[in-house]
């Protein structure tokens, strides 16, 4: 199967990625921010992964691999830290959270 | 065929990307990432990463979004995002950030496809697959890898403090 240029990925990447910066300016629950952040994530790793097909090498995969890891141990960080914070004030709003706001 | 393939695929995860951010649901939100997830391993199997593409359901589309809808389940009561926005302006703003962001990075993709790209070196025995992965990982990244399962551990260790009940 003659895949489709690699250009064409990055520019879907690209695509994704602002559409997950849209997300994290836009949406106000800290739990669609995090996804919006996977979003991105997600965007780059296809970046790596065109690139590496593109110059015929399996580093990029192996960067996306470690991306993979450090994003789990990000979600799960993450999570619990907002229902310590949901526990705390019962509320969910990222414009409630400015306490270390100067 | 593969063009096709791409095609469509892409729009799958466009839109599935739009659903996330639009949908006012979180839940709904989840369930879109887990399509775009999908999709997006299905562009990793169109370029021939075929671990890529299972770790990504595996670890994305199963461990992670298992979280995320746990979480879901656990801290929002039915609908959010109601009410007067008290930052309206700065949020009427991210669609204009969004749209120069794009075009920023739209110029880069197309001025570096046209321009002095470095001839495909596919030529050079395209070491996909699994093996070429592993032999990387063992050998170039050993020491990243390591790395890898100590901050594993040191975030299971973190989570559990953060989410275990004070002791009165």
Same mark, same amino acid.
């Given at each position: 199967?003659?895949?489709?240029?690699?250009?064409?990925?990055?520019?879907?990447?690209?695509?994704?990625?602002?559409?997950?910066?849209?997300?994290?300016?836009? @949406?106000?629950?800290?739990?669609?921010?995090?996804?919006?952040?996977?979003?991105?994530?997600?965007?780059?790793?296809?970046?790596?992964?065109?690139?590496?097909?593109?110059?015929?090498?399996?580093?990029?995969?192996?960067?996306?691999?470690?991306?993979?890891?450090?994003?789990?141990?990000?979600?799960?960080?993450?999570?619990?830290?907002?229902?310590?914070?949901?526990?705390? @004030?019962? @509320?969910?709003?990222?414009?409630?959270?400015?306490?270390? @706001?100067? | 065929?593969?063009?096709?393939?791409?095609?469509?695929?892409?729009?799958?995860?466009?839109?599935?990307?739009?659903?996330?951010?639009?949908?006012?649901?979180?839940?709904?939100?989840?369930?879109?990432?887990?399509?775009?997830?999908?999709?997006?391993?299905?562009?990793?199997?169109?370029?021939?990463?075929?671990?890529?593409?299972?770790?990504?359901?595996?670890?994305?589309?199963?461990?992670?979004?298992?979280?995320?809808?746990?979480?879901?389940?656990?801290?929002?009561?039915?609908?959010?995002?109601?009410?007067?926005?008290?930052?309206?302006?700065?949020?009427?703003?991210?669609?204009?950030?969004?749209?120069?962001?794009?075009?920023?990075?739209?110029?880069?993709?197309?001025?570096?496809?046209?321009?002095?790209?470095?001839?495909?070196?596919?030529?050079?025995?395209?070491?996909?697959?699994?093996?070429?992965?592993?032999?990387?990982?063992?050998?170039?990244?050993?020491?990243?890898?390591?790395?890898?399962?100590?901050?594993?551990?040191?975030?299971?260790?973190?989570?559990?403090?953060?989410?275990?009940?004070?002791?009165?």
């Amino acid at each position: 199967m003659i895949p489709a240029p690699e250009a064409w990925y990055l520019a879907l990447s690209a695509v994704l990625f602002c559409i997950g910066v849209v997300g994290v300016i836009v @949406r106000r629950n800290p739990l669609v921010i995090f996804m919006s952040i996977e979003l991105m994530l997600n965007a780059a790793n296809l970046a790596f992964v065109a690139f590496g097909h593109r110059l015929g090498s399996a580093d990029g995969q192996a960067v996306v691999f470690f991306v993979m890891a450090v994003a789990a141990a990000e979600v799960a960080v993450g999570l619990a830290i907002i229902v310590a914070i949901f526990r705390l @004030r019962r @509320r969910l709003s990222v414009d409630d959270l400015s306490l270390m @706001r100067w | 065929m593969g063009p096709v393939a791409f095609v469509v695929i892409a729009g799958v995860a466009v839109g599935s990307a739009l659903g996330l951010v639009f949908k006012r649901n979180p839940i709904h939100g989840a369930l879109f990432l887990v399509v775009n997830l999908g999709s997006v391993a299905a562009l990793y199997l169109t370029l021939g990463a075929e671990f890529l593409a299972a770790a990504q359901v595996i670890v994305y589309a199963g461990a992670i979004m298992v979280l995320f809808v746990f979480a879901i389940m656990v801290l929002i009561p039915g609908k959010e995002e109601t009410g007067p926005d008290p930052r309206r302006a700065y949020r009427l703003l991210a669609l204009p950030v969004g749209a120069v962001l794009l075009v920023l990075l739209a110029v880069v993709v197309v001025s570096g496809a046209r321009g002095r790209a470095p001839a495909a070196t596919s030529a050079t025995a395209a070491p996909d697959g699994v093996e070429a992965i592993a032999r990387l990982l063992f050998t170039d990244y050993l020491f990243p890898f390591e790395l890898t399962s100590v901050l594993l551990l040191a975030a299971m260790v973190g989570v559990l403090l953060l989410a275990r009940r004070p002791v009165s």
